[in-house]
C-alpha cells in the first residue's frame, strides 16, 4: 500500500515540477496574465488526461493476456522514469515561449495533448501500477492515482501563486527540489525494471 503512495506522490511532484511545455505556459501565463490565468493551466491535466488514459488503457488492454507485453511495459516504464531522473538532475533552463493572448485553458489542453509525454507516462506506468494496484484492491489504485494528481496540479497551482506574487522563479530551489526527485525516480526506475525482468521469467 504504502508503495503505490510513494509512487503517485514523486510522480506526481515530478511531472509538475520539471520542466516543460506545460511547466513553461504556467509561468508565462502567470508573468503575463497573473496567477488566474497560470493556475487556469495548471488544471488543464485534469481534463486533457481523460482521453489520454482512455486510449493507453485501450492499447494495453489489446495485450491484456501477455505477460510477455506487460514485462515489455514494465521495462519501457522503468527506462521512461530513468529519463525522468536524469531529467531532474540536469533540470534544464527554463524557457517560455511567446504567445499573446490569454486563452490559458485552451492553451493548456492543445499543449498537453500535443505533448507525448502524458501518453508515455499512461502507456508504460501509470496504468500498469493502476491494474496492478486494482488486483489487490480499488484502494491501492486510488492510492496511486489521487496522490499523483494532488501533486501534478497542486504542484503547478504552487508554482503560479508563487511567481505571481514573487514575479520571477527561483532557480536554485527548484534545482534542489528536482535532485530529490531525481532521486526518488531512479529507485522507481529500478523496481519497474526489476519487476519488468520478473514477467520473463
Not at 493572448?101 to 501509470?126: C, D, E, H
Not at 501533486?151 to 532557480?171: D, E, F, Y
Request: net charge positive.
Amino acid at each position: 500500500m504504502l508503495y503505490y503512495l510513494i509512487t503517485g506522490l514523486s510522480l506526481g511532484l515530478s511531472s509538475g515540477l520539471s520542466p516543460g511545455p506545460l511547466f513553461a505556459l504556467v509561468i508565462y501565463q502567470t508573468l503575463n496574465y497573473g496567477s488566474k490565468e497560470g493556475v487556469k493551466v495548471a488544471i488543464t491535466p485534469l481534463i486533457t488526461d481523460i482521453p489520454i488514459i482512455l486510449f493507453s488503457y485501450f492499447i494495453i488492454n489489446l495485450f491484456a493476456s501477455s505477460r510477455i507485453m506487460y514485462g515489455i511495459l514494465s521495462l519501457s516504464g522503468g527506462l521512461f522514469i530513468a529519463w525522468l531522473a536524469y531529467e531532474s538532475f540536469k533540470m534544464k533552463e527554463i524557457k517560455t515561449v511567446n504567445m499573446p493572448r490569454s486563452q490559458s485553458v485552451r492553451k493548456g489542453v492543445i499543449t498537453n495533448l500535443l505533448n507525448p509525454a502524458p501518453y508515455m507516462f499512461w502507456i508504460t506506468v501509470g496504468i500498469p501500477t493502476v491494474l496492478k494496484g486494482y488486483t489487490t484492491s480499488i484502494v491501492h489504485a486510488l492510492l496511486f492515482v489521487v496522490p499523483f494528481y494532488m501533486c501534478l496540479v497542486g504542484s503547478k497551482i504552487t508554482l503560479a501563486v508563487l511567481v505571481g506574487r514573487s514575479g520571477k522563479v527561483n532557480p536554485r530551489i527548484l534545482r534542489y527540489i528536482n535532485i530529490v526527485l531525481g532521486i526518488v525516480l531512479a529507485a522507481l526506475a529500478v523496481k519497474f525494471i526489476y519487476d519488468g525482468i520478473g514477467y520473463f521469467r
